[in-house]
Nanobody, 116 residues
């Protein structure tokens, strides 16, 4: 299983960013896939899960601001992040259900910094 997140960067509060995650080595289209993040000095925080049947779920901290979507033809998961806040600053990872249940190991993450 390989998952590589990309698209992070430095943005100002209130702005938007879209993250991508390329997956390989497993049945991407049949797998629930999640976004998690880890802020400095904190544990991993679950953000959202995209299910194969099209359903998505979100943590209260991001509902209404973040949108989790997937393109199974491209084996890619996306996270559209709007109205970003300084507290969204973290390393962002995508993860399979197994990685969530085992609390890792995590693939390549992407750093998002929200600051003026």
């Amino acid at each position: 299983v390989q998952l590589q997140a990309s698209g992070g960067g430095l943005v100002q509060p209130g702005n938007s960013l879209r993250l991508s995650c390329a997956g390989s080595g497993f049945a991407f289209g049949n797998s629930p896939l999640s976004w998690v993040r880890q802020a400095p000095g904190k544990v991993h925080e679950w953000l959202s899960t995209s299910y194969p049947e099209g359903r998505t779920s979100y943590a209260d901290s991001v509902v209404g601001r973040f949108t989790n979507s997937r393109d199974n033809a491209k084996n890619t998961l996306y996270l559209q992040m709007n109205n970003l806040k300084p507290e969204d600053t973290a390393m962002y990872y995508c993860a399979t259900e197994e990685q969530i249940e085992s609390d890792g190991p995590w693939g390549q993450g992407t750093l998002v910094t929200v600051s003026s």
